[in-house]
């Protein structure tokens, strides 16, 4: 008689075999019995019964365990040794007390273990030091995407085009054989540089191991702390250039000479690589940059028009003769014009290594999509990775909300400040305006003081007396200083007019911030965030079913 998911029972004795079935069992036993109140069953062939239906959920062709409902086929039943499989209630209620009793931390652990001694055998410490040294590990995170009515921690996820949306955030580790050793979740704004130390600690405490030597890490980490802190560690990190981070091949040092790197069908060289130097500036410490090496390929199938560094209405017609350029001429022929001056793409890889050979630096690096990458897509996403399995929350800060008020009250604050020193300077443009007044009404007071002395002696027909030149030359300083006031006080006027319009642009723009200040307490949503322990609790349950 043909009985369905027979084939299964492979899957089962590899389950057995290489103790996962044993490690998970033994690991949710001894949190059932250090917190008897959490109705998680005590005997553990129930718990392994559980773990089985949850651990071939995918195989029967169900993504969560809500599909329990309908299902009416006996592979589960098989696989767990029952006559029917377990009702939708009863497994689920086992997930939600694993949740409960925070089993994740234990099965994160236990799994760790499990991955170290399932795929890096025991060896005589000697050879397991070089082999750890020798070894590379490649990190990235993986997003996939929550649908809520409520506002959830937010992030990009790539599959979807890049749209903003509520998500969960994954961070996987894999060997340099593409062998998955752990995946931890958080919420879904958290950036890869705050996960992949988090996720290299957990690992390390839990498989006993000094620390893992080499990474590889998405372009995501391209941070000059972030790669300190990791070097500081004493790790090597290899990585990739964000494009904003350099220009072209001067913004390198050292560069050595071109070798092929890869060729095409024909056996033509498509991609060339060289050694260099880079200096990655650090925002914290300026004038200690991290100086990194880089295996620099340079890629002939993509190539990136150069800037052109002449105006375009000269370079349009640079290519023609003297004779050929006078266009406004009937005669004229148009010819084409000559093709853009163009580039070869750089892909710059980088690690943090004191020294590295260029074509094994990129050789590692480019393993990434073969190691990690497609072992997300073909095995791990097919396994049900991207479902969501709790939607529990809790209120919590709303960090978008968070970013923009930080935003907006720097930006009341500096406006605030313009507006105070354009009024600082008005009131002393002000006080100045008065003082030079009084200045002027004194001299012209003195002027027709002098005036009527000169008109006195010239009426009584004492031009020729010695003191009327010095009386003359007093007036003509007072009417010099009366000139030279007003002068100064039309300055100011115009500096005070010039003063006021700044002050007045302060003054609407800080308006107009205080209104989208108001606007963003009127729309302002709660962010609630995730409970993400039922997620990794399937998460780590959903990945070790292929062997």
């Not at 790790?235 to 050595?256: A, I, K, P």
């Not at 890889?349 to 072992?375: D, I, K, P, S």
């Not at 009426?459 to 030149?469: D, H, I, T, V, Y």
Request: with cysteine.
């Amino acid at each position: 008689m043909w009985q369905e998911g027979i084939g299964s029972l492979l899957l089962l004795v590899a389950a057995h075999q290489t103790g996962f079935l044993a490690t998970l069992g033994t690991t949710i036993q001894r949190v059932a019995t250090a917190a008897p109140s959490s109705g998680l069953p005590l005997n553990l062939a129930v718990i392994e019964r559980l773990l089985l239906t949850l651990l071939f959920l995918p195989v029967a062709g169900l993504a969560r365990t809500w599909d329990l409902r309908t299902y009416t086929g006996t592979l589960l039943a098989l696989v767990t040794g029952r006559g029917c499989a377990y009702s939708y209630a009863y497994v689920e209620q086992f997930l939600a007390r694993l949740a409960h009793a925070q089993a994740d931390d234990g099965l994160t652990d236990a799994v760790a273990q499990w991955t170290w001694a399932l795929w890096h055998d025991k060896q005589p410490q000697q050879e397991e030091e070089q082999e750890e040294q020798k070894a590379v590990f490649y990190v990235d995170g993986h997003r996939k995407a929550v649908y809520s009515d409520v506002l959830v921690p937010r992030g990009p996820v790539g599959k979807l085009g890049g749209k903003i949306l509520g998500c969960r955030e994954l961070v996987v580790l894999h060997d340099q054989e593409g062998h998955p050793l752990l995946a931890t979740t958080h919420r879904g704004d958290q950036h890869l540089t705050i996960g992949v130390p988090q996720l290299l600690q957990r690992y390390e405490q839990a498989t006993d191991i000094a620390h893992l030597d080499c990474l590889v890490v998405d372009r995501e980490g391209m941070a000059a702390e972030f790669l300190f802190q990791l070097h500081s560690e004493g790790r090597r990190v290899v990585t990739l250039l964000r494009s904003n981070q350099y220009e072209d091949e001067g913004s390198f040092t050292e560069v050595g000479e071109w070798l092929p790197w890869r060729a095409d069908r024909e056996g033509s060289v498509v991609c060339e690589v060289a050694a260099a130097r880079f200096e990655l500036p650090r925002p914290t410490q300026p004038n200690q940059p991290l100086v990194v090496r880089v295996a620099l390929l340079r890629d002939w199938r993509k190539l990136i028009v150069c800037e052109a560094e002449t105006d375009e209405s000269e370079r349009w017609k640079a290519d023609l003769a003297p004779e050929q350029q006078q266009f406004w001429e009937p005669e004229w022929q148009a010819t084409p014009a000559p093709p853009a001056p163009t580039r070869p793409k750089l892909i710059p890889v980088v690690t943090t290594a004191l020294e590295a050979n260029a074509m094994e630096l990129a050789h590692t690096y480019f393993r990434r999509w073969t190691c990690q990458e497609n072992a997300i897509r073909d095995w791990l996403i097919p396994l049900n990775l991207d479902t969501n399995h709790g939607y529990a929350k809790e209120p919590v800060v709303n960090s978008e909300l968070v970013k923009r008020r930080a935003i907006l009250e720097k930006r009341v604050a500096h406006l605030h400040r313009l507006a105070a020193q354009s009024r600082k300077r008005l009131r002393q443009m002000g006080e100045c305006n008065q003082v030079r007044e009084q200045q002027i009404v004194s001299w012209e007071q003195r002027q027709q003081e002098l005036l009527a002395q000169v008109s006195a002696l010239e009426a009584a027909g004492q031009s020729a007396e010695p003191g009327l030149l010095a009386i003359k030359a007093q007036q003509l300083e007072a009417e010099w200083e009366v000139h030279h006031r007003r002068v100064l006080l039309e300055a100011t006027n115009v500096a005070g007019k010039r003063e006021l319009n700044h002050c007045e642009r302060s003054c609407r723009a800080l308006r107009h911030v205080l209104r989208q200040q108001e606007e963003l307490r009127t729309y302002e949503r709660e962010m609630q965030e995730l409970d993400n322990t039922k997620d990794q609790i399937m998460t780590l349950l959903s990945r070790p079913t292929y062997f």
